[in-house]
T-cell receptor, first 115, second 112 residues
Framework: DAGVTQSPTHLIKTRGQQVTLRCSPK?????VSWYQQALGQGPQFIFQ???????QRGNFPDRFSGHQFPNYSSELNVNALLLGDSALYLC??????????????FGPGTRLTVT | ELKVEQNPLFLSMQEGKNYTIYCNYS?????LYWYRQDPGKSLESLFV?????AVKQEGRLMASLDTKARLSTLHITAAVHDLSATYFC????????????FGKGTSLLVTP
């Protein structure tokens, strides 16, 4: 059973460019969340997708957008890249289970460097 | 605004010693999560604590949750080098999305 997968592993972009990151959730999971982790910090919640809609959003500007496909995979798009967008971007998939809460499984991440 | 505070942020300890990492949070959520992260790697789920008084143990790690005090602890018993990593606690938002709010992490180094 494949876990959460993300692509690409590493990416280098120039300020002002646009980037798309991809995530495939763990088998059977229907919810995908995206997090940004700056160096030396804890992950920060960007947004979450469920049933192909954005269900919840963190404190990130509109330059950050996403999409979820019918097979539950997801994309994160960032427009007009800034140097401060350099970070590890983590995708997490989850499935709510009554009485067991929601355990989120994280993918390996995409390391984005903006120059 | 939900806040999650961990202490200490850095911890160097000798093999064989015991220590506790503390996680305080400001929300009324009952769900607390502990993750481990090795350098350059993703997050590995360690424990999911869902109710007041919950205690879970795996090997040399034991986590507990006191929702009244809004405090969780991660206790390390007889540390070994393989436990060197960064440990994060996280609390979910309590609403339908269960978005996780993370602490800044505790960087643990276990030395001989």
């Amino acid at each position: 059973d494949a876990g959460v997968t993300q692509s690409p592993t590493h990416l280098i972009k120039t300020r002002g460019q646009q980037v798309t990151l991809r995530c495939s959730p763990k088998s059977g999971h229907d919810t995908v969340s995206w997090y940004q982790q700056a160096l030396g910090q804890g992950p920060q919640f960007i947004f979450q997708y469920y049933e192909e809609e954005e269900r919840q959003r963190g404190n990130f500007p509109d330059r950050f957008s996403g999409h979820q496909f019918p097979n539950y995979s997801s994309e994160l798009n960032v427009n007009a890249l800034l140097l401060g967008d350099s970070a590890l971007y983590l995708c997490a998939s989850s499935l709510y289970r009554q009485g067991l809460g929601v355990e989120q499984y994280f993918g390996p991440g995409t390391r984005l460097t903006v120059t | 605004e939900l806040k999650v505070e961990q202490n200490p942020l850095f911890l160097s300890m000798q093999e064989g010693k015991n220590y506790t990492i503390y996680c305080n949070y400001s929300t009324t959520s009952d769900r607390l999560y502990w993750y481990r992260q090795d350098p350059g790697k993703s997050l590995e789920s360690l424990f999911v604590l869902l109710s007041n008084g919950a205690v879970k143990q795996e090997g040399r790690l034991m986590a507990s949750l006191d929702t009244k005090a809004r405090l969780s602890t991660l206790h390390i018993t007889a540390a070994v080098h393989d436990l060197s990593a960064t440990y994060f606690c996280a609390v979910d938002s309590g609403d339908s999305g269960y978005a996780l709010n993370f602490g800044k992490g505790t960087s643990l180094l276990v030395t001989p």
